[in-house]
């Protein structure tokens, strides 16, 4: 079954200049300008067609006025299109702009009233999941204080926790997952992974490309109010960036042929204990493990682990087996190549991970894999700056510096 369709939709604004101060204060000029102005029509969507089936995760990606915001305000019904037609089957929720509807004078809880029953929901059905609400938020001990007083991350988590609890047939996300701290966005995966198994139909517009690649079936990308590609998130994720960078970038180009001579197959996260984690701490240990099977011999190859912000922007570091010079040369077979990092220097946040091969002398990778774990760094040794480094120090004072320390004490 069809919940959402989109027939060559296309909306159209018009756009005109005013006329500047001196214009305005004299008559003539004003009219002058009136008759010589000239209004353009800017087209946000063209002839835009899809279909989301019932309990599927869309993902529409593009660049800044690709025409994504536009899409939403006309599923939630905020603008209407210039023409075609718009098929909505089912109750239809968005979250959008988390905590829009929160009134600064009412407390916590009475915000949780106010903002359930604007996104449709019952007073008795929000009784029910208040309690929920509160702990999924983690305001307990502030709800019944004025919102007024909370600090950004507790606002943005408590709207975020009221619209999580909805249950839409249809919900529509606007890069909500980026709110709050680490923790609280692995929270977030995981409740709108929960709602995807319930079988809710989701839309979810976003530049954090791993997310989308890890939550939807389908990916739609937009670029000046036109679609260029549809079809499985990694294929037209790999087309976005073909599109954002004029060509795709070195580390993060894959052979274009049919036979790839080795094949990365898994990427595994372990702590300092072996145990299989996503979740780790600045200045801990981090280690992992990335899987291949080869198909041939391939004589002196590099294994190559990056970690990328959680959009996938840009690359925080790397790890080479490439870095010490060692010639490695793969066997016909499967095997595995082990990263580890004593002190992990990402500074709390969330985090992409991929890995690829290539031959050491090539530009281009035999095979890579994006966005295929997400990183949650929480708060360990704190430091200011970008990244944490690892260091160690000694002290040095002169035998009269001792001496005069040892008669004060």
Not at 259 to 284: A, C, H, W
Request: aromatic share 8%; charged share 25%; hydrophobic share 40%.
């Amino acid at each position: 079954m069809i919940d959402l369709r989109f027939n060559r939709v296309s909306k159209k604004y018009r756009i005109q200049q005013h006329d500047d101060g001196r214009a305005r204060l004299n008559p003539l000029a004003r009219r002058l300008k009136n008759l010589l102005s000239r209004r353009q029509d800017f087209w946000a969507l063209r002839d835009v067609s899809f279909e989301v089936t019932r309990g599927e995760t869309l993902g529409i990606i593009g660049p800044n006025g690709a025409g994504k915001s536009t899409i939403l305000k006309l599923l939630s019904r905020i603008t209407a299109p210039t023409s075609g037609e718009i098929v909505i089957n089912g109750r239809l929720s968005a979250m959008i702009e988390i905590g829009s509807g929160f009134h600064p004078e009412l407390t916590g809880r009475e915000n949780i009233y106010l903002n359930g029953s604007i996104l449709g929901m019952r007073r008795r059905e929000i009784a029910e999941k208040l309690d929920r609400i509160i702990e999924f938020a983690g305001v307990a001990e502030f709800i019944d204080t004025p919102v007024k007083h909370y600090s950004s991350g507790m606002y943005v988590r408590l709207g975020f926790s009221i619209a999580a609890h909805l249950n839409p047939h249809i919900l529509l996300l606007d890069e909500v997952l980026a709110v709050g701290d680490a923790s609280f966005q692995v929270k977030c995966l995981q409740r709108v992974s929960e709602l995807r198994q319930r079988g809710t139909t989701i839309v979810f517009i976003s530049h954090d490309l791993a997310a989308v690649e890890r939550l939807c079936d389908r990916a739609l990308l937009l670029n000046h109010g036109r679609i260029i590609a549809m079809g499985l998130p990694r294929e037209v994720i790999a087309e976005y960036r073909r599109i954002a960078y004029g060509d795709t970038p070195p580390e993060q180009m894959s052979a274009e042929i049919d036979f790839k001579p080795v094949e990365i197959m898994n990427l595994s996260l372990y702590d300092s204990q072996e145990r299989p984690t996503t979740n780790f701490f600045t200045g801990k240990p981090f280690s992992a493990r990335v899987e291949y099977v080869a198909h041939e011999r391939v004589v002196d190859a590099a294994f190559e682990l990056f970690c990328y912000s959680h959009d996938g922007a840009y690359i925080h570091c790397q790890f080479t087996t490439a870095q010490d010079g060692k010639r490695i040369t793969l066997e016909p077979g499967a095997g595995a190549v082990e990263f580890h990092c004593s002190e992990l220097g990402l500074q709390p946040g969330v985090y992409t991970i991929g890995a690829a091969v290539k031959e050491r002398a090539a530009s281009r990778n035999i095979d890579w894999r994006y966005g295929d774990k997400m990183l949650h760094v929480e708060e360990g040794k704190y430091v200011r700056g970008s990244f944490y480094l690892p260091h160690d120090w000694r002290i040095h004072q002169s035998t009269d510096a001792r001496t005069k320390q040892q008669a004060i004490r």
